[in-house]
């Protein structure tokens, strides 16, 4: 790699990390390019990326774009997005069916650094989707116990 495409690629990974405020960094050695196209795949559902960075390359746009210091290590596969929950959900649901071959490290929700436990908490909230569902389902109880209550009247008013 030159240092002209180092450049064009730090350029590119700081613009990238400054527009999201989930990022999740996992351990992939040993994990084959079939199963991580499949995590390519999940993860593109949810607008994220998963991309393998270089180290040193990934540590100097990370830096420039105001994140913590993650302490990146060994081979590492950066996923990023901005849902955290649904990113959250892709990354723990991989790492449980390839558990030999792909380890969660560390991740950066909110400019925050978070742990391996933290996104696995994450990752057990509901989506936005079920959220949305179990507001409306409140929303509309008084009215659907008002309907039952008028109906059961009438039903009693009919028996008379």
Not at 35 to 61: G, P
Not at 68 to 89: E, H, R, V, Y
Not at 147 to 158: A, H, P, S, Y
């Amino acid at each position: 790699m030159t240092k002209i495409q180092k450049q064009q690629t730090i350029e590119y990974l700081t613009q990238e990390f400054k527009a999201t405020q989930t990022l999740i960094v996992c351990d992939y050695k040993g994990t084959n390019v079939k199963k991580l196209e499949e995590l390519r795949n999940s993860a593109r559902k949810f607008d994220a990326k998963v991309q393998v960075i270089k180290n040193t390359l990934a540590r100097i746009a990370l830096k420039e774009s105001h994140y913590p210091d993650l302490d990146i290590q060994d081979t590492n596969i950066f996923i990023w997005g901005s849902d955290q929950i649904a990113l959250s959900k892709v990354v723990v649901k991989f790492a449980e069916t390839n558990e030999n071959t792909f380890a969660i490290k560390v991740g950066s929700f909110d400019n925050e650094k978070v742990d391996k436990q933290h996104i696995i908490s994450i990752s057990k909230l509901p989506s936005k989707e079920e959220l949305i569902g179990m507001l409306l389902s409140v929303w509309t109880a008084p009215a659907r116990y008002f309907v039952t209550g008028l109906d059961n009247l009438r039903k009693q008013k009919e028996q008379n």
